[in-house]
């Protein structure tokens, strides 16, 4: 950073921005430090444990919202699926294979994975997720681009966005509070610059953690602010008034538009601006649910006691002891008048009122998103695509909100390419795994020599790579291909004649492995053309010793009718060879039989493979469909 920078920064305009949030959006934060606490379980405030304790009811809480969400998050992990490029021309399906290997690579060193699971939680309780890119040295000599998961609750942003990926906002950033120490690692050359503690703007998330700074003597608000000015986003790294460092965004889309590094997505925008997550749909269910539950052990715990006038004044201690008594669940009441004389009453309708109140808070919760009236018992025999139907429809009412973050992942997967585009000039290797589980490797960048130009070459080059940048997260899980794939499967299993290409065309394979494939089924198989041609021979053999045996006959029948006389001369010399003959051509049919089943075993044998090939795909789609699918 020059001085020409250091002095280019407005640190009170930034402040401002800052101030600007606080106080616009103080509705939005009491919010969302609620939905938090509803979802730790903390859902009681100091006036109602107050007035609980007040009326000795028990402070219950059945936490339902933490496992509702905990559950949408899974689920949704379950479905995740890699990206994929699309290439622009004929010409550029290697290079798309490249950029979508590329992508992988980046969200892999990220563990994007936990990133996404980490996005669905924020937005789906603070109504917000948000996810940083930054660049970091690499091995090859170049710059790495990876992606990092930002905690919500230090996120700030422009309070006039209303739009659910912020792409509206003017600007952008985060803030933490941090020792001398923290600031002085990151900008060395900030010692001695640090003035007194930060007193600007505070919000209420400052509070929640106050007793985390409490032993500290000082601490200071690192604040990574980003802004669009004259249409190029800038940024600044600032502790109070003091500049650690800025500049322009290294950050750039295929058409050199400046991007900001963080990436953020709403689940919901209320009416009047408010980034909202799914605890404001849920709080009322569920504060039912405790209250009624609560309610119901307290009248459980209650007695009331119907006396005639005079009782208590009849027995020693009055009514406050009958009434203490009659709240022990061993109380003793002694009373020498007549039975009728006192009545303790237990309010059973009453507690099966707050009961079934209690089972419809309940229901409306559980009813919510992916449920388990649709996640069941759908049966043994059920396949994962089964599953997948039953998923699909738990979700189909997170509509809107599946839509945004699906958004959101295609921008980090957009700008994790213009990124490796630019910054990966390096010669690499990308670590590639196929279906088997092998790990292969492809070259980027790779200076060859080609065989017919005989000069250096750059071999897939990523600047010259020419992608359509739509990232497809792979086939849906219900698709018309998919019921046609079915349907062949069912028609195969019941003997119907189905060509195995045409089963392969169908699945949901990968493209080259259905290439592949259909290659090995379309070449010729010696085995198999060995086989029919030995089974020709077969056929001709039996021919040729029936030919023989009816030779045979007709000359038996010369000779029918002879006398057998003791000194019968023997049979003629012809009869004699062409009985001969046929024992010959009986032997000869004989050993050609045996040599085609002997060929026939042979060419069962050479398919083998294939036929353990085809099983595997079809073991392999299966346990792909019950790795999306959940358990139960």
């Not at 502790?239 to 919901?268: Q, W």
């Not at 039953?390 to 390419?417: D, V």
């Amino acid at each position: 950073m020059d001085a020409a920078t250091d002095q280019a920064v407005d640190i009170a305009k930034l402040r401002q921005q800052f101030e600007q949030y606080a106080g616009a959006k103080w509705r939005e934060i009491e919010e969302q430090r609620l939905s938090w606490r509803y979802y730790y379980a903390v859902q009681y405030d100091e006036a109602q444990l107050k007035k609980l304790a007040d009326r000795g009811q028990p402070t219950i809480v059945f936490d339902r919202i933490g496992r509702k969400i905990d559950g949408l998050v899974g689920v949704i992990r379950k479905l995740r699926t890699d990206p994929k490029a699309f290439p622009r021309t004929q010409n550029q399906e290697a290079g798309a294979e490249v950029a979508t290997q590329v992508i992988r690579t980046i969200c892999d060193a990220s563990k994007f994975e936990d990133i996404e699971s980490e996005g669905v939680l924020n937005a789906a309780v603070h109504g917000i997720a948000v996810a940083a890119q930054t660049l970091e040295v690499g091995d090859r000599g170049d710059p790495d681009t990876v992606w990092e998961a930002v905690d919500p609750r230090t996120f700030f942003y422009d309070p006039r966005s209303v739009k659910p990926d912020f792409s509206d906002a003017r600007f952008k950033g985060t803030y933490k509070w941090a020792s001398e120490d923290e600031i002085l690692e990151i900008a060395p050359e900030a010692e001695g610059k640090l003035g007194n503690d930060d007193v600007g703007v505070y919000t209420s998330f400052d509070t929640d953690r106050e007793i985390l700074w409490r032993d500290e003597k000082g601490r200071y608000r690192l604040v990574d602010h980003w802004w669009i000015e004259r249409g190029m986003w800038k940024w600044c790294l600032h502790v109070g008034s003091t500049v650690l460092a800025s500049g322009e965004t290294p950050f750039f889309n295929d058409r050199r538009k400046p991007l900001c590094k963080y990436r953020a997505f709403a689940a919901m925008i209320d009416h009047q601006g408010d980034h909202v997550g799914f605890i404001r749909r849920l709080r009322g269910p569920q504060d039912a649910m405790n209250q009624h539950r609560s309610k119901a052990l307290h009248i459980m715990n209650t007695r009331q006691l119907k006396i005639r006038k005079g009782v208590a004044e009849e027995m020693n201690g009055g009514i406050e002891r009958i009434r203490k008594e009659a709240a022990r669940p061993d109380g003793v009441l002694e009373y020498p008048g007549a039975p009728e004389d006192i009545e303790i009453i237990q309010p059973q309708q009453e507690f099966l009122q707050q009961t079934q109140y209690y089972e419809d808070a309940k229901q409306e919760i559980e009813t919510f998103g992916p449920n388990p009236a649709l996640l069941g018992d759908l049966g043994q025999s059920a396949s994962g695509r089964a599953y997948a139907m039953a998923q699909q429809a738990g979700l189909a009412e997170l509509g809107p909100f599946l839509k945004n973050f699906r958004m959101w992942k295609l921008g980090i997967y957009e700008q994790s390419w213009w990124a490796a585009q630019k910054y990966w000039t390096s010669e690499r290797f990308l670590r590639v795994t196929d279906d088997q589980g092998l790990a292969q490797f492809m070259q980027i960048n790779a200076l060859q020599m080609h065989p017919q130009l005989m000069q250096p070459v750059l071999v897939n080059a990523l600047g010259s790579i020419d992608v359509d940048i739509v990232i497809s997260e792979g086939p849906a899980t219900e698709t018309v291909m998919g019921d046609v794939y079915d349907t062949l499967m069912a028609l195969a299993q019941n003997k119907v004649p189905v060509p195995p290409a045409v089963i392969i065309e169908t699945s949901s394979l990968p493209g080259e492995v259905k290439k592949k494939l259909t290659g090995m089924m379309s070449q010729p198989d010696p085995a198999a053309e060995m086989a029919k041609k030995l089974e020709l021979q077969g056929k001709a053999a039996a021919n040729d010793k029936t030919v023989a045996e009816t030779q045979l006959t007709l000359a038996k029948a010369r000779t029918e009718g002879a006398p057998e006389a003791p000194g019968e001369e023997p049979l003629p010399p012809e009869i004699r060879a062409a009985q001969a003959m046929v024992d010959l051509r009986d032997k000869h049919a004989s050993a050609e039989h045996k040599r085609a089943q002997a060929a026939n075993l042979d060419a069962q044998t050479a398919l083998a493979p294939l036929n353990f090939v085809h099983d595997v795909i079809l073991s392999h789609q299966d346990r792909a469909d019950r790795a999306r699918a959940p358990t139960e």
